[in-house]
Each structure stands twice: as C-alpha cells, then as structure tokens.
C-alpha cells in the first residue's frame, strides 16, 4: 500500500526565510504527486501537482517542488516565506491505477512576522 | 455552484445518535469521494464514487459508516450510532473525470467537523 511521509510536524520561521518541507511516499511503480494547503478555517487547495515531464515543478504562490525519482521524494520549497503562508501543508500522491489520494500527516507552518 | 459544498459546518451529536453528512459536489464532475480528518493527521480516504457507483468503499471504517449517491449528484455520508472515535472533519472532493491528468484535480469542500460527546 501506498504511504506519504512528512518529516515535520511543526515547523516555525521568520519572515523572509526560506522553507523546505520533506515528502517522501512509498510506492514502486509511476506516481502522481501533489501538495495541498490548508490555510485557517479554509478548505484543503491545490498548490502545485507532478505528472510527468520537468521534475521541478512551479506552483501558486511562489512554491515549487522538486521530484526525485531515486529518493522517492517529492519537496516543497519557497526562497522566501510570508506572514501570509501559515498554514498547514499536505503531500499526497496517486498512484498510476487509481485515483484516490494518500495524504501525509500535514505540516503546519507557522511563519513569524 | 462554483465550489463544493458540504453541509453543516459543524454537527455536534451524542454517543449513539445517526448523523447524515450531505456533499453538493461541483455540477458535473463525475467522480466524489470521501475523506476523514482526524486531528492532528492528514486526510483518509473513506469511499469513492463513479456518478452513482459506489467503486471503492475500502476505507469505511465499520459497517456504522455508510455513503450514498442516488443520482449522481449529491452524496451522503452516513454514520449509524456514533461513537467518540468518530469525531474529526468529514471531507468531500469531486473531480470532472475518472483519471488524474495533467490537467484536472480534486476540488474540495469546507468539510463538516463532527463532534460526538
């Protein structure tokens, strides 16, 4: 069975810091990978998604992430966090034959102004 | 309507009482599915439905969870005689096709937070 590992639970910055959220997933085969964030008393949004193609991919925002196929991991980057940007942060993933997404823990980010 | 929309927002039930989760997912969107939130913890796939067809219902914790999609359209989730360990967020997604492509996603609700006490 498929699984999504996040590494941290909590994670606290500074404004204009740089973020970094790992996501490693466990699966053998082709995967679908996504981040989701979940902002205060809002519903879970799309950040950025890989299906194939260029291994870094850009989403809103400011985010990208970077697949690594031989490290089964899929990381969330920003150079420059916001106030704005607390939130809790998802992986997920989709394996080739389904489409029912597997979520990670989540990280929640809380960035100090 | 543009999003989906899931209701209520908050349902508080005692021990033993049956609650009904509606989902009013995006017009049109084919594919619905269930997730349960527990705190702390991401998103767990309950059960899943192809317009009416319940596909997938793996992820239903017990034979107290029981999910529903008559037309195609709204979906219901059931819970018979609810139990504290039932309390967390009831999440409900749609998507316009079977198959993840490059171009489509999920949309997801607000979720309704249940609380059993």
């Known amino acids: 069975a498929q699984s999504v590992s996040q590494h941290n639970h909590h994670v606290i910055l500074s404004e204009a810091a740089s973020l970094e959220l790992g996501c490693n997933y466990s699966y053998g085969g082709t995967v679908n990978l996504f981040w989701y964030v979940q902002y205060p008393g809002q519903h879970l949004q799309l950040l950025l998604k890989?299906?194939?193609?260029?291994?870094l991919v850009k989403g809103i925002k400011g985010f990208e992430a970077e697949f690594i196929k031989s490290k089964f991991s899929f990381n969330l980057r920003k150079p420059s966090v916001q106030w704005s940007d607390t939130a809790e942060y998802f992986c997920?993933?989709?394996?080739?034959?389904?489409?029912?997404?597997?979520f990670g823990a989540g990280t929640i980010l809380r960035v100090k102004s | 309507g543009a999003g989906v929309s899931q209701s209520p927002r908050y349902k508080v039930a005692k021990r033993g009482q049956d609650v009904a989760l509606r989902c009013d997912p995006i017009?049109?969107?084919?594919?619905l599915f269930w997730y349960q939130q527990a705190l702390g913890q991401g998103p767990e796939f309950l059960t899943y439905f192809q317009n009416e067809a319940q596909l997938d219902k793996s992820g239903l914790p017990s034979d107290r969870f029981f999910a529903e999609r008559p037309e195609g359209s709204v979906s219901t989730l059931k819970i018979q005689r609810t139990q504290q360990e039932d309390s967390a967020v009831y999440l409900c997604?749609?998507?316009?096709?079977?198959?993840?492509?490059?171009?489509?996603?999920?949309?997801f609700g607000s979720g309704t937070r249940l609380t059993v006490v």
């Open positions: 890989y299906f194939s193609g260029d291994p």
């Open positions: 997920a993933v989709i394996s080739e034959y389904g489409n029912k997404l597997v």
């Open positions: 997604a749609s998507s316009l096709v079977v198959k993840q492509t490059n171009n489509y996603g999920y949309t």
């Open positions: 017009s049109g969107h084919v594919s």
